[in-house]
């Protein structure tokens, strides 16, 4: 791309369009899939299924959504991202409501773990768009835009999901069934609006960074697979993120149940300070991909190995925090700021790793060992909130949820030191 294009109005215009479509579509993806923990006391009370079945169920969507991201990131980069989050968007919104008729655990795990399918088709190919529009030293920048949209929908579907159970006091089922109306809307903007590449609008393709003479269009999907996973880097990042997203899921399950409680309708506040949690990553995604651009030279691994001692750190003084206490809020906040501030780092190495033309498949088996890791350690914490044998039944047995997730955070932190650009 020529200077004079990287400056003219036009093909900015054009590119925030895109990136703005990409997030509001994103926006709303969470409403399809982060919504479990709320439904988790309803189902139990329901079902009488137990907290660790539930984490395997849990687990059965996470594990889902990392095969769908080994295989969506590279059909993203075939593809292109704008027909596969739209599809991905309504394919999801069917399998919610095929879950909300679930009897139990067998047909629960079934449409949730392929609802993980459904929803693997959004984050990779949509990474491939935003990489397709951003040279390397903005991608930082663009990448936490695009992660805010993703934080930003876990404050929704938090909302909407207290919405359902607190303001129109409906059952666990009407959590499946009214929030991803939101993501429908996303997936028709996405398709309107957004185009996968500059060339689609009139603009010349930005060059590859990685001096590639093949593109994505002539490589086979093998050849894409064996670049990514022959890079040493980038499977070291993998296993980095999937500690991270480890944490991540542990405090996005838990958290509410932990603030729900066996009896939650009797506190018409306590449940709402969980909403300090995806606040949190919101605002720490943006933060982790600009300091990354802005005062590190686009170097991204001291970022994150920061973020994640710093998350460790705010998990524990949770775990310290009396239930009601005062801090419990600000420190729940920095939990989920520190917690999933590294994702927009983590997304912009990928195509620093491999290129703009894989960056969908770079994405993806990223993703893979992210949501892999996170479907481990799903059932692991269910197991301990339900027999932990360090702490008592009820909120201090769920409190457990928080010196676990400090242990995978300094994992984390560990392998995030040494990766390299």
Known sequence: MSASQHRDPAFLRARRWSLGAVMFCYLFYYTGRQTFGFAIPGIQAELGLEKQTLGWI????????ACGQMINGNLGDK??????????????????????????????????????????????????????????????????MYVLAAGLSSVLSFITSLIVLDVLHLDWRWIFRLPVILMLLGGFIVWLIARDRPSARGFVDLPDEQGQATSAATETAWQRYGVALTNGRLLLAGFAIGFQNTVRYGLLIWVPVYFLGEDFKSDPLGKWISIALPVGMALGAVASGWIS???????????????????????IGMYLLPPGHLLGVPVLFLAGFFAYGPQSAFWALAPDLLGRSRAGTAVGVMNFFAYAMAGLG???IGWMVQHNPFGTQGLENVAVVFPLVAVFALCSATLAILIRR
Not at 106 to 131: C, I, T
Not at 294 to 302: E, I, L, M, T
């Open 58 to 65: 849990s687990a059965a969507m996470l594990w889902a959504y």
């Open 79 to 144: 593809f292109g991202g704008r027909r596969m989050m739209c599809l991905g968007a309504v394919a999801s919104f069917l399998l919610n409501w095929l879950t909300s008729f679930g009897v139990g655990f067998k047909s629960l795990a079934a449409a949730w773990g392929l609802n993980g399918l459904a929803q693997s088709m959004g984050w990779a190919p949509g990474s491939r768009l935003v990489a397709n529009w951003f040279g390397a030293h903005e991608r930082g920048r663009a990448f936490g």
């Open 293 to 315: 651009d802005r005062f590190c030279g686009s170097r991204r691994s001291g970022v994150i190995a920061s973020f994640m001692v710093l998350a460790a750190v705010a998990a």
């Open 378 to 380: 799903e059932p692991f």
